[in-house]
């Protein structure tokens, strides 16, 4: 089975601007969950989905929002980026059926705001 | 309550040695307790996992260790390999349903294993 898959691997955007970010994942896991990664802040939880409902929600601005499609391959989306949203955005599919938690990370995307 | 206190920081371990990682929670309600291993530009797989049902859990040479009464939960890693050099996160997360996908991290430690 291929693992979680994330696009793009890089992306540098300016303050201000929007950004989207794009997750695949495993094969038949119907739970898409959403990362950011700093050096200061650690590990911190953006939103979970499954079947196209958000079912969990972390301490982030409205800024930061996401969807799941039917094929359940997720986006996420920031707007109006800030210096401070410069992370490793980590997406991790997980099949209800086996364990919700049991996480299946993908390599992320490093966001650059300049 | 949400936190999870994971210490320390950073480890050097000889080869062969046991690497000891340490967390700490507040919230009782957790019940699920995942070990993560991190290299450089990949994401965190999971490691090794307990429920607060059991006081050890043994997988190879990684070994959880849980003490519900003190709130604290460790890894050993017997036999430290340079290959073992990561971050490790321990988190933990409350059950399933509406909790799913949702882990509380550790902020991790930088295990470093010299030949």
């Known amino acids: 089975k291929a693992g979680v898959t994330q696009t793009p691997r890089y992306l540098i955007k300016t303050r201000g601007q929007q950004v989207t970010l794009s997750c695949s994942p495993i094969?038949?896991?119907?739970?898409v969950s959403w990362y950011q990664q700093t050096p200061g802040q650690g590990l911190q939880f953006l939103f979970e989905?499954?079947?196209?409902?958000?079912?969990n929600k972390g301490n982030f601005p409205g800024r930061f929002s996401g969807r799941q499609f039917s094929n359940s391959r997720s986006e996420m989306n920031v707007s109006t980026l800030e210096l401070g949203d410069s992370a490793l955005y980590l997406c991790?599919?997980?099949?209800?059926?086996?364990?919700?938690?049991?996480?299946?990370f993908g390599s992320g995307t490093q966001l650059s705001v300049l | 309550q949400q936190q999870v206190k994971q210490s320390p920081q950073s480890l050097i371990v000889q080869k062969g040695g046991i690497s000891i990682i340490n967390c700490a929670y507040e919230?009782?309600?957790?019940?699920?307790f995942p070990w993560y291993q991190q290299f450089p530009g990949k994401g965190p797989a999971l490691l090794i996992a307990?429920?607060?049902?059991?006081s050890e859990k043994k997988e190879g040479r990684f070994t959880i260790s849980f003490n519900k009464s003190a709130k604290q939960f460790s890894l050993h890693i017997m036999d430290s390999q340079p290959g073992d050099s990561a971050t490790y996160f321990c988190?933990?997360?409350?059950?399933?349903?509406?909790?799913?996908?949702?882990?509380?991290f550790g902020q991790g430690t930088e295990l470093s294993v010299k030949p």
């Open positions: 991790a599919s997980s099949d209800p059926r086996d364990s919700n938690e049991k996480l299946f």
């Open positions: 094969s038949g896991h119907r739970s």
């Open positions: 989905y499954f079947s196209e409902t958000q079912r």
């Open positions: 919230n009782t309600a957790f019940d699920y």
């Open positions: 307990i429920r607060p049902d059991v």
């Open positions: 988190a933990a997360s409350i059950g399933e349903g509406n909790q799913g996908g949702k882990l509380i």
